[in-house]
Every structure is written in structure tokens, then in C-alpha cells.
């Protein structure tokens, strides 16, 4: 029998914050990185999300922070100010920097006066077992589920636990429902972001809506079921692209 596959066939099958100073161990779990917690891809990644879910009136924004085991490494160094977020971020970065716990991501909208709440995907766990992280998500909930692997989707021949890959952004889209979005960090990998995300699309499937947006090295790529929805993610992106220096694809 003929006709579309179901979202999760379409797709091709196929965290990040460390200080050198501090690191943070969960229950029963390894020490993880705290990997730029604060620094400026902090700091545009949250005056974006934060300008994203007041936008367009979520009320959760869900962070799902794919924490890897410490690897000693000395990233993380650049000053939130490289980037110009708003003022309330700016503050909100510098105490994550002085602060250096995970727990203090929920406090954004606090900051920001955003009429949202921010949730940690399984409380900020080490991601161990793809199939168990990505589970769980509440399908009544109308949200952002902001992914935050080390490096962003998973390249063509290989994945680890330092990327998101296809079939766990099927899995996850196969939980939310039909106005929800997925935001996921990629971060540069030699190639122009606007010919990278034009790779990722053709993976997604063409069951999969997208738009993406980028500044200096990362880009944030937006993925729905709904093109009503990721429409109103373009428009927004555009909106946020004549008050900072980022560039909107697709």
C-alpha cells in the first residue's frame, strides 16, 4: 500500500557546558561538562529562545541539554557581550558564569519578565541511552523543546553522544503536538551554514518543516509538523534579524 510514511520513516535513521573551574555530577551519573556556560553563544542562544517563546506565546520552553561526560577541555572563554543580547540576558549570562549550575537556566524568564516557564528535560541528565532520553515529552503541552548537543546534528557517517541525530528528532516530533516546535544547536562544520542546513532539511524528509538561523559559528535550526508553525518562526526570526547581527535560511 502506497502513500506518505508516517514523520519518523521520512527521516533519514541515522552538552555542552563545561568550566574548567567547576563541574557538576548528576545521580548515579558521570561527571558532565558545564561547556560554555554564560559565554556568548550563551548569550545569544538565550536572548534568542527567550525572544522566541514570548514571540510566539509558548508557555513552556523545554531544554533538553545532552550533557556529555567531562572531557578537561578549556572552551567556553568568550564574553557574553560579544554577542548583543538585551540587557536582562546579559545579567542573566553573567550569573550562570558566576554561578555554574544548570538548575539556573530556569531562571530566564525571571530575568527577561518572559510569561514562560523553562523546564529541564529529565532534570538535565546525562544522556546515556537515546531511546530512554528522548521520551517522555508531554504531547498536551504546547512548547519549544530547545536541543543543546555539543556539536548539533549528527555529520554524514557517524554519530555519537555529541550529536542529535535524525531518528531522535523523529522520535521527539512523534511526542509533540502539532504546533510545538523543536529548536536544535548546530554548530559550524566547514561548510556554509546556508548549504548546511540545506543538507539537514533534505534529511529531515519532506515531512518536516524547517527555518534555521545563525551568527558567528552556530545556528539554531527550527523544526515542526506544522508549516503554519514554522512560518511563524520565519517571521519571527526576520523580526529578530533587524535588531542583531544573525542571518535567516529557509
Not at 500500500?1 to 563541574?23: E, L, Q, T
Not at 578537561?72 to 546579559?90: C, I, Q, S, Y
Not at 536541543?147 to 549528527?154: A, I, K, Q, R, Y
Not at 555519537?160 to 512523534?174: C, F, I, Q
Request: contains cysteine.
Amino acid at each position: 500500500m502506497h502513500g506518505p510514511k508516517p514523520v519518523r520513516d521520512r527521516i533519514d535513521a541515522r552538552s555542552r557546558y563545561h568550566d574548567d573551574r567547576a563541574v557538576v555530577t548528576c545521580q548515579n551519573e558521570p561527571t558532565v561538562k558545564l561547556q560554555y556556560l554564560g559565554d556568548s553563544k550563551d548569550s545569544f542562544k538565550w536572548d534568542y529562545h527567550d525572544y522566541l517563546a514570548s514571540e510566539l506565546k509558548f508557555p513552556w520552553l523545554n531544554v533538553a541539554l545532552m550533557l556529555t561526560p567531562d572531557d578537561g577541555g578549556n572552551d567556553g572563554k568568550t564574553k557574553a557581550e560579544w554577542f548583543p543580547a538585551r540587557t536582562p540576558v546579559l545579567r542573566f549570562c553573567r550569573d550562570l558564569q558566576s554561578n555554574r549550575t544548570i538548575e539556573r537556566i530556569k531562571t530566564l524568564p525571571r530575568n527577561t519578565g518572559g510569561a514562560y516557564e523553562v523546564t529541564l528535560h529529565k532534570d538535565g541528565r546525562h544522556l546515556t541511552n537515546r531511546a530512554e532520553y528522548f521520551s517522555g515529552f508531554d504531547s498536551s503541552r504546547e512548547q519549544i523543546v530547545f536541543l543543546d548537543p555539543d556539536n548539533g546534528f549528527e555529520p554524514e557517517k557517524s554519530c555519537d553522544d555529541k550529536h542529535v541525530s535524525y531518528r531522535d528528532v523523529a522520535a521527539l516530533l512523534g511526542q509533540l503536538s502539532e504546533t510545538s516546535i523543536v529548536s536544535a544547536f548546530h554548530h559550524f562544520r566547514r561548510v556554509s551554514f546556508p548549504d548546511d542546513f540545506a543538507r539537514i532539511r533534505e534529511r529531515l524528509g519532506a515531512g518536516c518543516h524547517s527555518t534555521a538561523i545563525y551568527w558567528h559559528s552556530l545556528m539554531f535550526v527550527a523544526i515542526g509538523k506544522s508549516e503554519r508553525s514554522i512560518q511563524a518562526v520565519r517571521t519571527a526570526n526576520t523580526a529578530y534579524a533587524k535588531r542583531c547581527p544573525v542571518k535567516v535560511v529557509g
